[in-house]
C-alpha cells in the first residue's frame, strides 16, 4: 500500500494533518513518523510546522533530520506546511536570525508592527484568521480550488524568495505576500490545509494523487 510519511520532529499540528489526509488519502497509509528510514521508504512526505524558526532548525538537528527532509524534497512528492514551508529558505530573520534548509534561496522577513489595510487601518500579527489565496499558475495542486479561495493562516513571518519562479500564490495582508511555492516535486504552503475546510482538503487530496511533476 502507498504510504505518506508526516514528519515528526516535535512541532506542529501533527494530528489533524494526519487525521485530514486519512480522510483524502484514499488506498494510502499515513504514518507519523520522526525515523529517518520510514521517511526514506514512504513515497510522499509531508512537512508540516508551527512555532519558531530557530525550535525547528535546533529540533530537526537534533533529531538528525535535515538531511533527510532535504533528500525527500529532492526525491519525491513533498508538501510543506507553515513552519515547513519557511524553513525550506536560507535564513529567517526570527530569534536575531538563524540559518535554514537552505533548498530555496531568500529570506523569511517580519510582517513588522507597523502593517495597515488599505484604510490605513492597523493589521494585527500575527496574520491570523482566513484569507484568500490567488494562484500564479495552474499547478495540479489547485485543481477544483478556485481562484481566490480562502485558506487559514497563522504567522508573523513571511517567505522572500529570491526566485521568483517558484512562486505558486500570493495573499493579500497589507501588501501582496508569497503563500505557495512549488518547483518540480516540491510545493510547499503557507496555510494550514488540515484548518483550511473543503478547500483544505481538496489540497491534501490533490496531493494524495500527485506524482510530482
Not at 151 to 167: C, G, K, L, N, R
Not at 173 to 199: C, L, M, T
Amino acid at each position: 500500500m502507498p504510504e505518506i510519511a508526516v514528519v515528526d520532529y516535535g512541532m506542529g499540528n501533527l494530528r489533524s494533518v494526519a487525521k485530514a489526509l486519512e480522510h483524502v488519502a484514499e488506498g494510502q497509509h499515513v504514518i507519523v513518523t520522526s525515523d529517518a528510514k520510514a521517511i526514506e521508504n514512504a513515497d510522499r512526505v509531508v512537512f508540516p510546522g508551527q512555532g519558531a524558526a530557530r525550535d525547528c532548525m535546533k529540533e530537526l538537528s537534533e533529531r538528525q533530520l535535515s538531511n533527510v527532509v532535504l533528500k525527500a524534497a529532492r526525491e519525491k512528492p513533498f508538501l510543506g506546511i507553515c513552519m515547513g514551508m519557511q524553513v525550506l529558505l536560507s535564513h529567517s530573520e526570527e530569534n536575531q536570525g538563524i540559518d535554514c534548509l537552505g533548498m530555496y534561496p531568500g529570506e523569511v522577513r517580519f510582517f513588522g508592527n507597523e502593517l495597515k489595510d488599505d484604510q490605513g487601518e492597523k493589521l494585527k500579527i500575527p496574520h491570523m484568521g482566513w484569507n484568500g489565496v490567488q494562484h500564479k499558475k495552474n499547478h495540479p495542486l489547485w485543481q477544483n480550488i478556485a481562484e481566490g479561495s480562502r485558506f487559514y493562516f497563522v504567522h508573523s513571518y513571511y517567505i522572500d524568495p529570491e526566485d521568483q519562479a517558484i512562486v505558486e500564490a500570493t495573499t493579500d495582508y497589507g501588501f501582496e505576500f508569497v503563500s505557495a511555492i512549488g518547483r518540480d516535486n516540491v510545493f510547499a504552503v503557507q496555510f494550514h490545509p488540515e484548518k483550511s475546510a473543503q478547500d483544505g482538503l481538496q489540497l491534501l487530496k490533490n496531493f494524495s494523487k500527485w506524482n510530482g511533476q
